[in-house]
């Protein structure tokens, strides 16, 4: 929390602890001189269904301004706020407490304002989802994959729709609702489809050992093709601020191979995460350590997506 990193979290949680975000919020919040706008709505999610748009403006939480209340997160912590702090919390608060409603008052760019009572999103736990989804888009396939990139079960259910690909059919892979992360088990599976050769598609470094030892440590790693399971037609990925994690190092993945990544910025999660044990409480904690980079050299936070296309 003190990082202002939304990768930099605990490994355990109260009941009434912040909610993660961006895993368990519908709000992307920056700070813009003194506003708090909102420049990304999760699709599907209760601020979606309130009919919080792009541009709308965070003005109080539970009653409390906007700028009071992101000043109050941090002097509890007894740190000053600055634009980078200010506009994490205002992303967190905007999240709310996973225990607890929320209660947002949000302006919009019309003037109107309007206070709203909204539920937070650990209820979508609750949902039973579709691990990894499939529909037409006219001609094209579209692959959605359901916050999944941790399981197996989803690169087993992207290989059974994959097979039932036209050949040279364009394909669409929905990486925007992917926040909670994953491994590069399924990321390389999945990449796996579209390479014909051992293909560079992400670089990794390690600081820690460059303080430490004063030699610095950094390596590539390549997705390799899967027997059988290949398609040639084109590819493009869709991502936006909840494309988070390892679903980063996805999109950064496809695009070093030559596909079209498409969308708003990502969550910009930094590097692959530890664990590290604290010695006397025994609390987990979780912060990025590796930093990850695409295989042009642009650290992957940095990374900005070709803007989207309407489709055909």
Same mark, same amino acid.
């Given at each position: 929390?003190l /990082?202002a990193d939304?990768?930099a979290?605990t490994g !355990?949680?109260?009941?009434?602890s912040?909610?993660?975000v961006p895993?368990?919020s519908?709000?992307?919040?920056?700070k813009?001189?003194p506003?708090?706008?909102?420049t990304?709505v999760?699709p599907?999610s209760?601020?979606?269904?309130?009919a919080?748009?792009?541009?709308?403006? /965070?003005v109080?939480?539970s009653?409390?301004?906007?700028?009071?209340a992101v000043?109050?997160?941090? !002097?509890?912590?007894?740190?000053?706020?600055?634009?980078?702090?200010?506009a994490h919390?205002a992303?967190?608060?905007?999240?709310?407490?996973?225990?607890?409603?929320?209660?947002?008052?949000?302006g919009?760019?019309?003037g109107t304002v309007r206070?709203?009572? /909204?539920?937070?999103l650990y209820?979508r736990d /609750?949902?039973g989802?579709?691990l990894v989804?499939?529909?037409r888009?006219?001609?094209d396939l579209?692959v959605r994959?359901?916050?999944s990139?941790?399981?197996n079960?989803?690169?087993k259910?992207?290989?059974?729709?994959?097979?039932g690909a036209?050949?040279?059919?364009?394909? &669409?892979?929905?990486? !925007?609702?992917?926040?909670?992360?994953?491994?590069?088990?399924?990321a390389?599976?999945?990449l796996?489809?579209? +390479?014909?050769?051992?293909?560079?598609?992400?670089?990794?470094s390690?600081p820690?050992e460059?303080?430490?030892c004063?030699?610095a440590r950094?390596?590539?790693e390549q997705v390799?093709?899967?027997?059988?399971k290949?398609?040639?037609g084109?590819v +493009?990925?869709r +991502?936006?601020?909840w494309?988070g994690?390892m679903?980063?190092?996805?999109? &950064?993945?496809f695009?070093?191979?030559?596909a079209?990544v498409?969308?708003?910025?990502m969550?910009g999660l930094?590097?692959?995460i530890?664990?590290?044990r604290l010695?006397?409480?025994?609390?987990? &904690?979780?912060f990025p350590?590796e930093?990850?980079?695409?295989?042009?050299g642009?650290?992957?936070?940095?990374?900005?997506p070709?803007?989207?296309?309407?489709?055909?």
């Open positions: 929390m /990082l939304h990768h979290i !355990s949680s109260l009941k009434d912040w909610a993660l895993s368990y519908d709000l992307w919040v920056e813009r001189g506003l708090f706008v909102i990304a999760r599907g209760p601020a979606e269904q309130a919080i748009m792009q541009g709308d403006r /965070l109080a939480v009653g409390v301004p906007a700028a009071m000043e109050r997160f941090w !002097s509890d912590l007894g740190l000053l706020v600055t634009d980078e702090r200010a919390a992303r967190v608060l905007a999240a709310g407490r996973r225990s607890e409603p929320r209660k947002l008052t949000i919009s760019e019309a206070t709203l009572d /909204l539920p937070n209820y /609750l949902l989802r579709p989804s499939a529909e888009e006219g001609r579209v994959m359901h916050d990139l941790g399981s079960e989803a690169l259910g992207f290989d059974r729709i994959m097979a036209r050949p040279g059919q364009r394909v &669409i892979i929905d990486l !925007s609702d992917a926040p909670g992360g994953g491994n590069t088990t399924v390389r599976g999945i796996g489809w579209f +390479v014909t050769r051992p293909t560079f598609y992400q670089q990794h390690l820690a460059l303080r430490q004063g030699v950094q390596w590539v390799l093709p899967r027997p059988g290949h398609h040639s084109p +493009v990925i +991502v936006g601020r494309t994690s679903a980063e190092g996805l999109a &950064i993945g695009d070093a191979i030559g079209r498409e969308g708003d910025r969550a930094h590097g692959a530890y664990d590290y010695e006397n409480s025994g609390l987990v &904690i979780k350590v930093r990850l980079f695409h295989v042009n642009t650290p992957r936070e940095q990374f900005i070709h803007p989207a296309r309407v489709a055909r």
